[in-house]
């Protein structure tokens, strides 16, 4: 019997992926383990194994197609084995454009009941347990199509899963348009990920009432033409690529942005690395990096000054108790933020080794989606390309991201004499919406001295 090939859950945050590029051909002969598939989320690009040895008939989807997490793309089994029709969730999806539209979401209370379960029985197969015990379904909700509408099979649980999770919207926001028959799928959702949230709903409400009178909206009018050029070749705007270009015009449209740049004087910070590379190196494994001194300084500063340890949720600014750094790195798939979690709590040598793991797994394409969400504040360096200042974007929601340039030596006026010292410069940009600058101004002041006057035990411990 073929064994199903599945979309894995790449994390609990991930829904779906792109299908980026299929490694074997179709009738190929695979072995477990193999890598078959490569494909991305909106955070990095993963490789999918084959689930057993045997010849692998690939579904009909292609490069670029949208695929929920647990669609069926292939079987491997025997050489005359053949590609069953795949679920409707990931039917639908090979066709799909790269944003998947809302349909209305499935409910506990509204999903229609088997027959099996209006008798008090759920029948269902291996597979269909399997799949709604990952997810938290209960079999009961799900409306069966095996066996004359009497057992519930996994393509039943793929097309709710896909079915539920096309509207995001928050527990008061879903109430509330149900009460008032609001079609879900004309809502936008402002909220993280698109999330539909109390005041959207509100809006639509509004939009609503208003409707009947309200004018045409005015059509964006399209771009105009590009002139004729030689063009030497070409990039589709997919995948990472694709997210990266739409989170950071997001990014760029809905913060206040202010950028804050202030020249630091590194001698005693860099004195300070070289000492605790020549004292631990050996013992680590590897030399503490400045990365990690950054993020150990700025955690700090962090906790002294809560406000920029924040974001904004609809009207309300939340201050986070967590204080989770990514740090930016650049990859062979585009820029990719790693998160080290509770910066503040662990010692140097933790955030180091979880930092450089965090790259390798990034490089190997074997990252866990979850390290890559949960930041509350960004470092991003640019010092090893010799750039001494930057203003880099804010990473959304966050409310405020640090540049940090190269640490270069530059004459500067010490003591009424002139003399050199390793000097770089610190770029905050940050979130007006959140704060001000006089407070942020602060908290970049702070993170100055920490960097000037370094304390061994503060950073290291």
């Known amino acids: 019997m073929a064994e199903e090939l599945f979309i894995p859950k790449l994390g609990q945050t991930v829904e779906q992926v792109t299908l980026i590029n299929w490694l074997v051909k179709d009738g190929d002969k695979v072995k477990q383990g193999q890598e078959v598939l490569e494909v991305e989320t909106d955070k990095a690009v993963f490789n999918v194994e084959a689930v057993d040895n045997g010849f692998i008939h690939m579904g009909p989807f292609k490069a670029g197609d949208v695929l929920p997490v647990l669609a069926v793309v292939a079987v491997i089994g025997g050489k005359d084995e053949v590609f069953q029709a795949a679920a409707p969730a990931a039917a639908s999806a090979a066709s799909a454009p790269e944003t998947v539209e809302a349909a209305p979401a499935v409910s506990g209370e509204s999903a229609p009941k088997s027959k099996a379960a209006a008798a008090g029985k759920v029948f269902a197969s291996p597979r269909a347990k399997k799949a709604a015990a990952d997810n938290n379904l209960d079999l009961s909700q799900i409306t069966p199509t095996g066996e004359g509408g009497l057992r519930v099979t996994e393509k039943d649980v793929l097309a709710y ?98 950028a804050l740049l202030m020249d630091v004087d590194a001698t005693a910070f860099v004195a300070l690395r070289e000492k605790l590379k020549a004292q631990y190196e050996a013992k680590w494994g590897f030399a503490p990096g400045y990365n990690e001194l950054l993020a150990k300084a700025a955690a700090i500063a962090l906790r002294r000054f809560p406000y920029m340890n924040a974001r904004l949720n609809g009207e309300v600014i939340e201050h986070l108790a967590e204080v989770n750094i990514g740090i930016a790195m650049d990859a062979e798939q585009g820029l990719i ?125």
């Open 337 to 461: 933020v790693p998160v080290i979690r509770n910066v503040d709590q662990k010692d140097l040598f933790t955030v180091g080794r979880e930092f450089r793991e965090r790259v390798e797994a990034v490089r190997s394409r074997k990252i866990n989606p979850d390290h890559l969400s949960g930041g509350t504040f960004t470092i991003t360096n640019l010092g090893m390309y010799d750039v001494d200042g930057f203003t880099p974007v804010i990473n959304l929601p966050e409310a405020a991201i640090l540049g940090v340039g190269r640490i270069a030596p530059k004459p500067v006026v010490l003591n009424d004499q002139i003399v050199i010292r390793k000097m770089m410069t610190l770029s905050l940009v940050f979130d007006h919406r959140l704060t001000d600058g006089a407070p942020a101004a602060r908290f970049e002041q702070y993170l100055k001295e920490l960097i000037e006057s370094p304390n061994e035990v503060t950073l290291t411990k």
């Open 161 to 258: 899963l896909a079915q539920s999770a096309a509207v995001k919207i928050s527990p008061v926001a879903k109430r509330m348009a149900e009460e008032a028959g609001l079609d879900l799928r004309k809502l936008q959702g402002s909220g993280q990920r698109g999330e539909i949230t109390k005041a959207d709903v509100e809006a639509g409400l509004l939009n609503r009432s208003a409707a009947p009178a309200a004018a045409a909206v005015p059509v964006q009018p399209a771009p105009a033409s590009l002139p004729p050029m030689q063009v030497s070749g070409t990039q589709p705007l997919i995948g990472a690529r694709k997210v990266i270009a739409q989170r950071m015009g997001a990014s760029v449209q809905t913060t206040a942005r202010v």
